[in-house]
């Protein structure tokens, strides 16, 4: 890991005033920027991104992360067939922000793309730093591969039942004429992948321009199809089947462990924190804006995360006829239930969009790792993999490096070999 350069002179951002959305001056933006580079060549690196990233795109990054119209979709099985969604959701909030501070405490500290692989440097004994990151450092790379392969699969277990959905209903046995097939998930994943890999080539400025649109679409989109659905779903669950019903799905006869199962949705949801901070060297003023991005995105996605919950729950139904729809996913089933097809496929269509957008800023920080990680010859091939694309001043083989790995990984043997669906759908 690079030593930090030696400065005598404490630099601080307390040494020039927040800049206000109306305060356009060059100086001022260019007084900035030199700051965010001297503090990071004090840390001991050489600044090579172009810093673009702005308060507000850096927090729609850090809610685009969770993205919760796509997540919770795509998990809501989980806490519906073993736990109670609403109560496992507002409990998982609460400690995902105790986790959340402390990283924002750690990346503004310590603003790199490196994230919490550089900050092992500086929270553990001297004498174990060179184990501790080689080990923090390839379980966040891996780590993060592995969840972009996750989100990328998900995206493709979203869109076939989009294609279910728009295919014929037969009344008389109560099934789609399309069912989606393990086979066709891969297949669609690994061109989902493809695609996000593309857009994280982008310069950062695109990157800004893009991502700017994701945590706006995300919450109106939330809280549109909230409404859409309390208001246009014919029956109604009680208040108590909504936040009080747990249902015993764990096959260990003990609603206690099927409640602990239910946080897997809220868990994978509400993760990932220090994504932000593997875009710190594209952020201005990046050693605060990172910290609060990510402490007002924890709060924005457990509200809106929580009012999706809460209103799935109250339209859910029958919990066994839910889980067993032929369209392979509750909520794509309770979309379906609440005024047909054509509403269904207009709803449906943006939570696959915020997947999607979540998808891309987790493949986004993953390549920032890989370039941080090979900045400091971590890995194989390192001088070749921190290499600066000289168009896009990206680094393009760290890039499609961890597009590959994620597709390979989604096309793997241990890739499901059977749908998640039943033969009913009501």
Not at 138 to 156: D, M
Not at 178 to 186: D, G, L, Q, S, W
Not at 189 to 198: H, K, N, P, Q, W
Not at 387 to 410: D, E, F, G, I
Request: proline share 5%.
């Amino acid at each position: 890991m690079s030593e930090s350069a030696v400065s005598n002179k404490e630099k601080s951002y307390e040494d020039i005033a927040a800049v206000q959305p109306s305060d356009t001056k060059v100086g001022k933006v260019a007084e900035i920027v030199n700051l965010d580079d001297e503090l990071l060549r004090e840390i001991g690196y050489k600044q090579e991104f172009k810093r673009e990233f702005t308060r507000l795109s850096t927090l729609s990054y850090a809610v685009s992360i969770m993205g919760v119209l796509g997540s919770v979709p795509a998990t809501y099985a989980v806490p519906l067939s073993a736990g109670g969604p609403a109560t496992a959701w507002f409990a998982g909030t609460f400690f995902s922000m105790t986790i959340a501070l402390s990283i924002a405490e750690l990346v503004s500290a310590h603003p790199t793309a490196g994230g919490m692989y550089f900050v092992t440097k500086y929270v553990v004994p001297e004498k174990h730093v060179p184990l501790a990151s080689w080990i923090v450092g390839w379980s966040n790379f891996l780590g993060q591969t592995a969840g972009v392969t996750s989100v990328g699969y998900s995206v493709g277990q979203m869109l076939l039942p989009e294609c279910a959905m728009g295919s014929d209903y037969d009344e008389a046995s109560g099934t789609f004429s399309y069912t989606p097939t393990a086979e066709h998930t891969v297949g669609v994943s690994v061109a989902i992948l493809i695609i996000m890999g593309v857009i994280c080539s982008f310069p950062t400025k695109r990157l800004h321009e893009f991502i700017m649109w994701f945590a706006p679409v995300n919450i109106i989109a939330s809280l549109a199809i909230c409404i859409a659905l309390l208001t246009l779903t014919p029956n109604l669950n009680s208040a108590s089947e909504a936040f009080g019903n747990v249902t015993d799905g764990s096959n260990w006869n003990s609603k206690g462990f099927s409640f602990m199962i239910g946080f897997l949705s809220v868990a994978w949801t509400m993760t990932d924190y220090d994504a932000t901070a593997h875009i710190s060297e594209e952020t201005k003023q990046a050693a605060i804006r990172g910290p609060v991005a990510i402490t007002q995105a924890v709060i924005i996605s457990g509200v809106v995360g929580w009012f999706l919950n809460v209103t799935f729950g109250f339209c859910a139904g029958d919990v066994t006829t839910i889980l067993s729809s032929g369209l392979g996913n509750p909520v794509a089933q309770i979309f379906y239930n609440a005024n047909g097809k054509k509403a269904a496929l207009a709803m449906w269509v943006w939570a696959i969009l915020i997947q999607f957008f979540t998808g891309c800023a987790a493949m986004l920080a993953d390549t920032r790792m890989c370039y941080a990680f090979s900045r400091d010859h971590a890995l194989p091939f390192s001088p070749t993999l921190k290499k600066m694309n000289t168009r896009t001043q990206t680094p393009l083989y760290s890039v499609w490096l961890v597009t590959s790995s994620a597709a390979s990984s989604a096309s793997s043997p241990s890739a499901p070999s059977k749908p998640s669906t039943a033969s009913s759908a009501s």
